[in-house]
């Protein structure tokens, strides 16, 4: 089963992400024991302000996996806020969960 996927990152990126795209794939198919063919898209760039990393799509463009620095910086202060809440504010005692 051929497996497709769409990156797209910033225009400045280009080469550098061809080139791991070129080391990654044969070690991919020796691990998953599949074929997968990766385009970098040429017509759709990331913002050029932000930090850089990757945007991964399916074929389809349905299911997207965002591994740029600003989206881990967002997940992280997403699962610190619990921490965050407790040091500005102190403990809630009414409080039952800490998500």
Do not use: H, W
């Not at 017509?43 to 463009?61: A, M, R």
């Not at 699962?79 to 969960?97: S, T």
Request: proline content about 3%; aromatic content about 6%; some cysteine.
């Amino acid at each position: 089963m051929l497996k497709i996927q769409l990156f797209r990152c910033r225009k400045e990126d280009v080469a550098m992400v061809q080139a791991a795209v070129k080391k990654n794939i044969p070690i991919y198919k020796e691990t998953v024991k599949s074929n997968i063919e990766v385009r970098i898209d040429e017509n759709k760039f990331l913002p050029s302000d932000i930090s850089g990393g990757v945007e991964v799509y399916n074929v389809d463009g349905k299911i997207k996996v965002s591994n740029t620095l600003e989206s881990r910086m967002d997940l992280l202060a997403q699962q610190m806020m619990p921490e965050i809440r407790v040091q500005l504010f102190g403990a809630n005692q009414n409080r039952k969960f800490m998500d």
